[in-house]
């Protein structure tokens, strides 16, 4: 036997390596019990359900090792250790994908699945950075050094008690016996392998079949006549009246209203809720918050991946463009960026008059506090409903006023956490809550502190709007995004169920409603109020997904309300009273709970299935609506075949800031064609990415069109007058366009609105001596920031 054959590792050693590679499984999966016990999830980590577990992990190693031993044989064979070495990476790339997953299962309850295909790259990077990025990296590091080191320790402590398999036949039946065992255990998302379901997800997702069958080139135009239900419940005055929505990150049912689960944590929107109208099994159509815009404001159907990921948007009819073409003011406001979600393309797809997001707010407002990472959300949910009330409105243009809030989000860091902690432990002695209840609060006391501070702000809103135009002619619509995901849920249908209220000056009588609805029927249930009251311009046929909100004080539950879980995720669909998830079909019952499953599903599933395939033909196909009834046909820049395959070679169109990346290189080198090209095209996917606006302002001017370059930047300084680097570019056009006069004048513009004045103190200076020069004076400083704040309401 010569020295090669003596160094080649053999099934002795392949088999240590499963055998290390299950070992490291099993801490993994004992870590996942042990924390979800911690968290107050679990009663006990010693179960039936980590039986499960361990069985579909010991399924899994057998799956691995049979996948596995082909390429170990084969390299092996070639050079010896080289199959060894290649399995032993493989196997500590797979325990660290799973190690995450886990992590990622920990924090949301949720694994990760196909819905992983909806995010962008930048989006995954926003979401980690302010859930903890930097301090999340440290862990996982250690985490990831941990692992491979029990896996190294557990393939020496092997060797002494393993006996040898003399031959690869009864290796492999054993094997694959022990996968196809753990195939027929019930597996659910606790106790499966994550990176397993994972895989199967992305398979299942890549490979459906959606090819829609029907012959109805639009199958959801209908008639606009809705039931006016809403009519009898207001006393609607003369003038149209204003929209105010509020939807509350996270604001699930079982944390608001009367037998909450985790009840007393929101005292004022309890409160509000026996003053208005409330439904109390309301459900969001999504179960994240990419899709609650379309859903509540456009009743539109998801796409793949969430309407807003659409690469092309259908023609559409939403609240903002029907209440927009009557005469309202359409405004939409939060306190991250609108970027994330791709929120901004679709706000500017329906021609929103203002805007305001993270990067508006400006000096006199305080961000949210950064986690370990230092990093922050934005501004959180008092800073937000502050700056809105210091914004003027007209006294007699109706408002459609749009809210989305953030603070009850990871990190989960309200101003004065503090304080607001120490309310909770003050809840807690007070309340009558069970033992486990209890034990999730005090192990999620931050998250429900937040909530506390989200309830006093919104609160502070209420009360600080009757101040404005025309508030006793206000209509306020409050709803959750979707419940908090931290939380332990009681069963799949917990995370849409979302309470809605309606809250009026104008109301005649209160009503709780225990009837079941969704987002998808609020927006036809508003408009067919008002178009029963005034002469609105309505188009003749509509697409809505929902229909007029049950206004049934008893549980009922009539509608078919598809679900969509993630991005990419449609596994939820109600019919009547059954809900299919996941294969199984429950009977809802009161309050949202499920009955036991059982199995005459098909009928649902088919349900489900037809629903897919049209889903996907209306979204791809440009099928919701013809051009005939767009309010406001999609404006998408244009760009010529050469043009497209230009950009296409230097940007993948992903990362927005990449492509600005890529356009400031090409304007330094003087392409400054090529750089407006690609600005205008990074613009067309992210139209709120500031830097590319600026950049195409200096390239402008760079090129001697000064005129369109000062059009450009006060725009950005009109949506962003905290944005330095906005009043930066501009004093240098001024300058070069001797705009001595304009240049004076943004000096005060920009000490009143920027923190950051002091970086580009040369600037300002300049402006001034430039301006004494040439003898010019101006208005006072106070009429100048007065009209400046006037602009940025544009």
């Known amino acids: 036997m010569n020295t090669s054959q003596l160094d080649r590792y053999t099934l002795k050693q392949y088999t240590r390596l499963m055998i290390s590679f ?66 032993f990476v493989l196997l500590g790339i797979v325990l660290i994908i799973e190690a995450m997953l886990i992590g990622y299962y920990c924090t949301t309850l949720v694994p990760l699945g196909s819905d992983l295909l909806g995010y962008s790259y930048s989006d995954i ?9 930097l301090m999340l990296s440290i862990y996982l590091f250690i985490g990831i050094v941990i692992l491979i080191g029990i896996f190294l320790g557990l393939y020496r402590v092997t060797s002494k008690f393993y006996h040898r398999i003399s031959s690869m036949y009864p290796f492999t039946i054993i094997l694959f016996s022990l996968f196809l065992g753990s195939l027929f255990t019930d597996g659910k ?23 829609y069958t029907s012959n109805e080139e639009y199958p959801l135009i209908k008639n606009p006549t809705v039931e006016n ?17 509020i939807m509350v990150e996270g604001l699930g049912r079982d944390f608001m209203g009367e037998g909450a689960e985790y009840g007393g944590f929101t005292p004022f929107l309890d409160s509000l809720s026996t003053q208005s109208l409330y439904w109390e099994n309301f459900l969001s159509n999504t179960g994240r918050t990419f899709g609650v815009l379309p859903s509540l404001l456009g009743s539109l159907p998801f796409g793949k991946s969430g309407f807003m990921e659409l690469d092309e948007f259908p023609n559409k009819l939403t609240l903002f463009s029907v209440l927009k073409n009557n005469g309202y003011h359409t405004s939409f406001y939060q306190g991250t960026n609108s970027s994330f979600d791709k929120v901004d393309r679709f706000l500017k797809s329906e021609n929103i008059d203002f805007v305001l997001d993270k990067s508006g707010f400006g000096v006199n407002y305080q961000q949210q506090a950064e986690d370990a990472a230092g990093s922050s959300w934005g501004y959180p949910d008092k800073e937000l409903f502050k700056k809105s009330i210091s914004l003027p409105r007209a006294e007699k243009q109706p408002r459609l006023e749009v809210y989305m809030t953030i603070s009850t989000h990871e990190p989960f860091i309200p101003p004065n956490q503090a304080y607001y902690e120490q309310e909770v432990a003050k809840l807690l002695k007070k309340g009558n809550y069970d033992s486990r209840v209890e034990n999730v609060i005090e192990k999620n006391d931050n998250v429900f502190a937040t909530l506390l501070y989200t309830d006093e702000s919104i609160k502070w809103f209420m009360d600080a709007y009757k101040s404005q ?29 979302v309470p809605l209220i309606m809250y009026s000056p104008m109301l005649k009588r209160t009503r709780k409603m225990s009837s079941v609805s ?24 509509v697409a809505w997904m929902g229909g007029a909100i049950d206004m049934e004080t008893s549980f009922r539950s009539t509608k078919n309300i598809p679900l969509m879980r993630n991005k990419n995720e449609l596994k939820e669909y109600i019919s ?28 649902i599933e088919s349900q489900l299935e037809s629903f897919k395939s049209m889903n996907h033909y209306v979204t791809s196909e440009n099928k919701i609506i013809p051009d005939s009834l767009a309010i406001f046909t999609i404006q998408k820049e244009k760009f010529t075949d050469s043009e497209t395959v230009w950009l296409n070679s230097v940007y993948d169109g992903k990362d927005s800031d990449k492509g600005y990346f890529k356009a400031r290189d090409l304007a330094w080198n003087k392409k400054w064609d090529q750089a407006l090209l690609l600005c205008r095209y990074n613009l067309s996917e992210a139209p709120s990415h500031i830097d590319t606006k600026i950049l195409m302002g200096r390239v402008n001017s760079w090129k001697g069109n000064h005129k369109e370059a000062i059009k450009i930047l006060k725009e950005c300084i009109e949506v962003n007058p905290n944005y330095i680097d906005s009043y930066a570019a501009l004093f240098d056009i001024y300058y070069w366009s001797d705009h001595y006069k304009e240049g004076l004048e943004l000096t005060y513009i920009v000490e009143e609105n920027s923190a950051s004045a002091h970086e580009i103190k040369d600037k300002i200076d300049r402006a ?22 006037l602009a940025a309401t544009k």
Not at 38 to 66: E, P, R
Not at 125 to 133: D, E, L, M, P, V
Not at 198 to 207: D, E, G, K, R, W
Request: charged share 20%; proline share 4%.
């Open 229 to 245: 239900v809403l009519g009898e419940y207001f006393e609607l005055k003369e003038e149209k009246p204003n929209i105010v929505f």
């Open 518 to 541: 969704s987002h998808f029927d609020v927006t036809p249930t508003i408009l067919s109020m008002l178009k029963n009251r005034y002469e609105l311009k309505m188009p003749k046929k």
């Open 22 to 87: 299950f070992g490291c499984l099993l801490v993994l999966t004992l870590f996942q019990y042990g924390i979800l016990y911690f968290k107050g999830v679990l009663d006990t980590i010693w179960s039936t359900s980590l039986l499960k577990a361990i069985i579909h992990q010991i399924g899994f190693t057998a799956l691995m090792g049979i996948i596995m031993v082909f390429p170990f044989n084969f390299w092996e064979n070639l050079r010896p250790r080289y199959g060894f070495n290649l399995v």
């Open 768 to 789: 001034r001596v430039l301006a004494r020069k040439a003898g010019i004076k101006i208005a006072s400083k106070t009429k100048l920031t007065a009209s400046n704040s």
């Open 469 to 497: 135009p025309n508030y006793e002619n206000t209509i306020f619509v409050i709803t959750g995004d979707h419940r908090l995901i931290p939380i332990p849920q009681r069963n799949n249908i917990s995370r849409f169920h």
């Open 125 to 133: 990077k926003i979401t980690i950075a302010n859930s903890g990025g």
């Open 576 to 603: 009547g009273d059954n809900l299919y998830t996941d294969g199984d079909v429950v009977e809802l019952e009161d309050n949202m709970n499920v009955s036991s499953s059982f199995s005459s599903g098909s009928k």
């Open 189 to 211: 998302p606790i106790n499966q392998n994550k990176t397993q379901y994972l895989a199967i997800n992305l398979y299942n997702s890549s490979t459906e079949d959606n090819t």
